[in-house]
């Protein structure tokens, strides 16, 4: 049987994180601190929409917001649709951070951004 093209038996591989060092994101304990195990310290943030305007919105934001803390992050904007359901997203934007979804929705001002990315 399969479930939105894939069999019920595929592995499903966790995403990469974005430190690059190829450690699976779903491994990263750390979540206060937003450092994967292998020490790379970047945080991984992820933009999930459809590509409408709100959700570049959101995009654009969560790049503000990181920028305007200073913080070693990579933010990234993805709309193929099965990528975002795989997050168990029923609504857009949506930011993950560190593979785990902190907000879905709505568009987070900057500063809502800020908070979540300092918490």
Known sequence: MALFGKKKNDE????ACACNCGCPTSEVTDVENSFCPCGGGKLCIKVLGAGCPSCHKQYENAQEAVKSLGIDAEVEYITD???????????????????????????????????ILQK
């Open 81 to 115: 649709l099965a990528k975002v359901m795989e997050y168990g997203v029923m609504s857009v934007p949506a930011v993950v951070v560190n593979d785990k979804v902190v907000s879905m929705g709505k568009v987070l001002k900057v500063k809502d951004l800020q908070d």
């Open 12 to 15: 499903v591989k966790a995403p």
